[in-house]
């Protein structure tokens, strides 16, 4: 499904964007933001002005990075206005609510705009290069610097604290590295959904309930730190079930330890530190099993990417050798056959195992040896690129006929670095158009005896006269 098509109305779609889409969903982002900020504030904020789990952020950028939002700048006001009611409501004071408000704009702004120049519009989360940019871009850079404009409100209000910024940047990074992936992954999986395989379905069954089993009991005790069992749980899921499956357990993970840490049990509890610190340690274990994971998934998914393509291109390779009509050979820089396709038997009379590992210059007929030799020659020390030359074939007819090979010759080169490879063949029978020629060649030779013959005739009959 085309996201791009799915946000916009029909009618947006035939260039008609109604006034009535040009509100709402502004409108809707305004909303969704505020009360996510909101949220987060209440539960995560405590007694500082640093909301320890800050969801907003994430989620918005990885909707726009699905979502392409006519009019995205006054998308982004919409969010900021929601952003500076949430902070209104939770008692900031005006120069406060707009600062940090702006802060989270900034970040917002920055994390799609380096990714998306980085990354491309659809920057895709199972590809090792697109993920790494991504944790670069909006889980460092872009947290890094709404925590400097944050900063500003941080010294009016309390006084500029290193540690409260720090704190800002690592809440806002740690929920990036959380959500905004895993929503990333999510939507592709919902947006092109496929039937799982038996396998693939009883390896989520399987993974699904061993894990979650797990995590509830680690989450749902206080007496030993048993943290340490949970990243296998999403190590196997990104080996087992790729990026989807690392979501998946993370945002799973997540849900089970959060709700289960408000209660107050969990690993979690047992350090000795107010809540929103017992939050900010939660948040850092689940950024790191994702940081984990998800890489895990995207090199295991580039690797199988990378498989498939050169299976696909073996396929390719092989068809056209099966039915090519040419005889194709390989020769490397020594001169050696390293490559002689099936069509090789029907042109050249012999059996490619026949060529491989020998010279161009084995089984020449005597009358073609001296311009094979001088052909590789001239390829090989640089001379020429490509030549074109006919031959005697080694083997005649069964008649015991000529067979004569037209042969295409040019030097390969190595696509890096553009050094000389060896040479590729590309031969073919012309047997029966070297026969034309020729016959065409005795019959003007013929004709041209006639006619001088004649001439010579017609002169001496002339002079007896």
Known sequence: MDSTAAILPSSDRRG??????????????????????????????????????WLPNALAVAFLLRFRVPQEAFFLAAMYAGNLLANFYAGDSAF????????????????????????????????????????VAAGLIAPMCSALVASVALL???????????????SDALAMLILAPGALVLHDALSNPRMPTPREALEWLVLTGCGTTLTLAVFNQTQYPLLFLVPPIVV???????????????????????????????????????????????????????????????????????????????????LLADN??????????????TYASPSVETVLGLPPGDFLGKSAGERVHPEATRAIHDVQEALLTGKKDKERFTYRRYLDAEDGSAVHIEADCAVAFNFETGEREGIIVSARDVTTRVELEGRLKRATRHAENAARAKAEFLANKSARR
């Not at 079930?241 to 979690?268: C, D, E, R």
């Not at 950024?287 to 990378?306: H, K, W």
């Not at 090519?324 to 056959?337: E, S, V």
Request: net charge positive; charged share 15%; hydrophobic share 55%.
């Open 156 to 170: 009016v209000s309390d006084g500029l604290s290193p540690t409260a910024v720090l704190r800002w940047a690592g």
């Open 96 to 135: 406060t609510a707009g600062t940090l408000a702006l802060a989270n704009s900034v970040e917002i702004l920055l994390a799609i705009r380096l990714v998306r120049r980085w990354c491309g519009p659809r920057p895709d989360m199972s590809d090792t290069h697109d993920l790494g940019y991504f944790m």
């Open 16 to 53: 008609k964007a109604p006034a009535a889409s040009a509100i709402l969903l502004p409108l809707a982002g305004l909303i969704a933001f505020a009360a996510l900020a909101y949220l987060s504030i209440a539960l995560t904020r405590g007694e500082g002005r640093i909301a320890v789990v």
């Open 324 to 337: 090519i009509t040419d005889a194709i050979l390989r020769f490397d820089l020594d001169g050696k056959c």
């Open 236 to 318: 196997a899921h990104a080996f087992r079930l790729g990026a989807l499956g690392t979501a998946f357990s993370t945002l799973k993970v997540a849900l089970i330890a959060l709700v289960f840490t408000q209660l107050g049990k969990g690993p979690i509890n047992l350090l000795p530190v107010p809540m929103a610190m017992q939050l900010l340690v939660l948040e850092i274990f689940l950024a790191s099993a994702m940081v984990v994971g998800l890489p895990i998934a995207a090199v295991l998914a580039t690797r199988d990417r990378a498989r498939m393509e050169l299976d696909a291109g073996r396929q390719q390779l092989a």
